[in-house]
C-alpha cells in the first residue's frame, strides 16, 4: 500500500510542478495556431493559386514528378504519406486561395521534398520511429510496475522506453522547420505570394511549428517526472 500512495503522491507533485505548465504553454500553442490560420484563412492571394496548385509549384521547383496531391477530410489534417508519395490537403486548405491555406500546403510539399533529397534528420527520425511507437505505448507501464514492485530495472526500462519517444519529438523539430523554411524559400522564388502575403503565411508556419516545441516540452517534462519518481522510490 506504501508504494500505491509513495507514487500517487510523488507523480502529482512532479506533473503539477513540471507537466501542468507545459500542458498550459501547449494549449496556448494551439491555440495561436487555430487564431493565426483562421486570420490568414481570411487573407485571399493576389495570384488566386489554390493550396494543392501551391503545393504542386514547389513539388515542380525541386524537380520532383512522383508526389500526388489529394483531399482529405478534416480540419488541418494535412500530411505527407512517404509510403505512397502522396500529399494529402484538407478541406480547407486543398481548394483555398487564401494565404494560410498556400502555407500549409507548401509546407507539406517541404515534406516531399526532404524525402526526395535524402534530408538527414528526416532519416533519424524514421530510424527511430519504430522505438517511439514502442516506448509510448510501454514507457510509463513499465516504469510504474517496476515502481510498485520495487524492481528498478524494470522500472528504468520503462524510462528508457519513453526516452525514445521524446528523442523522436526531439528530431521532429529541425524536420518541421526545415520543411516551413523550404515553402517559404520557394514561395519567395517563385513568387506563390507577394512579399506581404509571403509575412502572412510565415506568421502562420511559424504559430504551427510552435505546436511542435511545446509537445517536446510536454514530454521532455513527463520524462524528468518519471525519473524524479523512480529515483525517489530508490531512495
Not at 178 to 191: F, L, M, P
Not at 201 to 208: E, H, N, R, T
Not at 231 to 235: A, C, G, I, S, V
Given at each position: 500500500m506504501?508504494?500505491?500512495?509513495?507514487?500517487?503522491?510523488l507523480?502529482?507533485?512532479?506533473?503539477?510542478?513540471?507537466?501542468?505548465?507545459?500542458i498550459v504553454?501547449?494549449?496556448?500553442a494551439?491555440?495561436?495556431?487555430?487564431?493565426?490560420?483562421?486570420?490568414?484563412?481570411?487573407?485571399?492571394?493576389?495570384?488566386?493559386?489554390?493550396?494543392?496548385?501551391?503545393?504542386?509549384?514547389?513539388?515542380?521547383?525541386?524537380?520532383?514528378?512522383?508526389?500526388?496531391?489529394e483531399?482529405?477530410?478534416?480540419?488541418?489534417?494535412?500530411?505527407?504519406?512517404?509510403?505512397?508519395n502522396?500529399?494529402?490537403?484538407?478541406?480547407?486548405?486543398?481548394?483555398?486561395?487564401?494565404?494560410?491555406?498556400?502555407?500549409?500546403?507548401?509546407?507539406?510539399?517541404?515534406?516531399?521534398?526532404?524525402?526526395?533529397?535524402g534530408?538527414?534528420?528526416?532519416k533519424?527520425?524514421?530510424?527511430v520511429?519504430?522505438?517511439?511507437?514502442?516506448?509510448s505505448?510501454?514507457?510509463?507501464?513499465?516504469?510504474?510496475?517496476?515502481f510498485?514492485?520495487?524492481?528498478?530495472?524494470?522500472?528504468?526500462?520503462g524510462?528508457?522506453?519513453?526516452?525514445?519517444?521524446?528523442?523522436?519529438?526531439?528530431?521532429?523539430?529541425?524536420?518541421?522547420f526545415?520543411?516551413?523554411?523550404?515553402?517559404?524559400?520557394?514561395?519567395?522564388?517563385?513568387?506563390i505570394l507577394?512579399e506581404q502575403?509571403?509575412?502572412?503565411?510565415?506568421?502562420?508556419?511559424?504559430?504551427?511549428a510552435?505546436?511542435?516545441?511545446?509537445?517536446?516540452a510536454?514530454?521532455v517534462?513527463?520524462?524528468?517526472r518519471?525519473?524524479l519518481?523512480v529515483?525517489?522510490?530508490?531512495?
Open positions: 506504501g508504494g500505491y500512495f509513495d507514487y500517487y503522491y507523480s502529482n507533485y512532479y506533473y503539477i510542478i513540471l507537466v501542468l505548465p507545459m504553454l501547449s494549449m496556448i494551439s491555440a495561436k495556431v487555430n487564431s493565426s490560420f483562421k486570420k490568414y484563412s481570411k487573407v485571399l492571394s493576389s495570384r488566386r493559386l489554390t493550396g494543392a496548385q501551391a503545393a504542386f509549384e514547389v513539388l515542380r521547383y525541386y524537380g520532383i514528378t512522383n508526389v500526388k496531391i483531399r482529405v477530410n478534416g480540419n488541418l489534417t494535412d500530411h505527407f504519406d512517404p509510403r505512397t502522396v500529399i494529402r490537403l484538407s478541406d480547407n486548405v486543398y481548394n483555398s486561395i487564401s494565404v494560410a491555406a498556400i502555407g500549409v500546403a507548401c509546407h507539406e510539399a517541404g515534406h516531399a521534398a526532404q524525402y526526395a533529397q534530408y538527414v534528420p528526416i533519424m527520425r524514421n530510424t520511429l519504430p522505438l517511439a511507437n514502442l516506448g505505448k510501454l514507457g510509463i507501464p513499465l516504469a510504474i510496475i517496476g510498485f514492485l520495487g524492481f528498478t530495472p524494470l522500472a528504468y526500462a524510462v528508457i522506453f519513453f526516452s525514445f519517444a521524446v528523442l523522436f519529438q526531439l528530431i521532429t523539430l529541425p524536420v518541421e526545415n520543411a516551413s523554411k523550404r515553402a517559404i524559400q520557394v514561395i519567395g522564388e517563385t513568387d507577394s502575403e509571403k509575412d502572412g503565411a510565415k506568421k502562420v508556419l511559424s504559430a504551427a510552435m505546436t511542435y516545441v511545446a509537445s517536446l510536454v514530454s517534462a513527463s520524462l524528468l518519471l525519473i519518481t529515483n525517489r522510490r530508490r531512495k
